[in-house]
């Protein structure tokens, strides 16, 4: 199977999972289970729980009951861009080509719909019986790691927020990306890799896949936003530059970050050796997600 068909079957897999997942819209409160599945379902290209899936297959035969893990990472992520798009952070009007969640369902519900994503990705982790004990409470502790204020996603948010107007400083550049982005992509691998019951060598090796390939995807996501339009983004086009916001052309130009994600990208696939052909996948998602252009 080619690589577009692969994705196209994994983001089918992980939607149907989401879909089973999440309360239907016709559940009381209605209007909070309508904005959650609004942005959920808003197109996204699931590469978290694609690669949370993917590591699971790469240790052990099967996903090992990791689309339950797939989705909490998806869910996580989309209550980070529905706060990330609020008038009080970003202020977007548009996420994956779509009217933000708080341009449709107004600003409270917004805000109760991330957090509704955000306490309901632990609640589905925390009542998987298909892995011993042992390794779920492992999984939570990597997801709310990863998305919390030592190091994680929240660290990363605050660094950014506060890092608008300053001098763009390579220091500064990396606290921010290593936590905002890079915590979250790395516990993918890392959730997929305990499920399925890594060894210590083989979770290793895919959390240095997962550091390399989640600073690639920053540096990437930073070089489209000066380089592409609005209309293929999906999002507004150039509001990098326009918050003053640190990032890898501000602080290294274009060209050198195209190299270093480049180089990333490398790092990524020197990674993966110990698994020899059956990393086949995440070889080829480590060149699709320098090589994307949205």
């Not at 983001?11 to 997942?21: C, I, T």
């Not at 609004?38 to 978290?48: N, T």
């Not at 998806?74 to 708080?102: M, V």
């Not at 970050?257 to 990393?279: I, K, N, Y």
């Amino acid at each position: 199977m080619n690589l577009r068909d692969y994705l196209v079957r994994q983001q089918q897999l992980v939607d149907a999972e989401l879909d089973r997942l999440v309360p239907p819209e016709t559940s009381p409160p209605e209007t909070i289970h309508r904005a959650m599945r609004y942005s959920l379902f808003a197109g996204g290209k699931r590469i978290r729980p694609i690669l949370c899936l993917e590591a699971a297959c790469t240790v052990a035969d099967g996903t090992c009951g990791a689309s339950t893990a797939a989705c909490a990472l998806e869910f996580i992520h989309t209550y980070s861009l529905i706060h990330d798009d609020l008038p009080a952070l970003d202020n977007d009007d548009y996420r994956r080509g779509k009217l933000t969640c708080h341009k449709v369902f107004g600003e409270a519900m917004a805000i109760l719909a991330g957090d509704a994503l955000l306490t309901r990705a632990f609640e589905v982790l925390s009542v998987m019986d298909s892995i011993p004990a042992d390794r779920q409470a492992r999984m939570i502790a990597q997801l709310s790691t990863a998305a919390g204020t030592v190091g994680g996603m929240i660290a990363g948010q605050v660094a950014d927020l506060e890092g608008e107007g300053q001098p763009p400083t390579a220091p500064l550049l990396d606290s921010i990306h290593r936590a905002k982005t890079g915590a979250l992509l790395r516990a993918s691998l890392r959730l997929g890799a305990i499920c399925a019951g890594a060894d210590p060598g083989q979770y290793d090796a895919l959390s240095c896949y997962g550091e390399h390939i989640g600073l690639a995807f920053q540096i990437v996501d930073d070089i489209l936003d000066v380089e592409e339009s609005s209309e293929a983004l999906g999002k507004t086009a150039g509001k990098d530059a326009q918050q003053h916001k640190i990032t890898f052309p501000a602080v290294y130009g274009i060209g050198e970050s195209r190299r270093m994600a480049e180089t990333e990208c490398g790092r990524a696939h020197d990674a993966l050796a110990p698994f020899g052909a059956r990393a086949h996948r995440l070889h080829e998602l480590a060149d699709l997600i320098v090589r994307r252009k949205s």
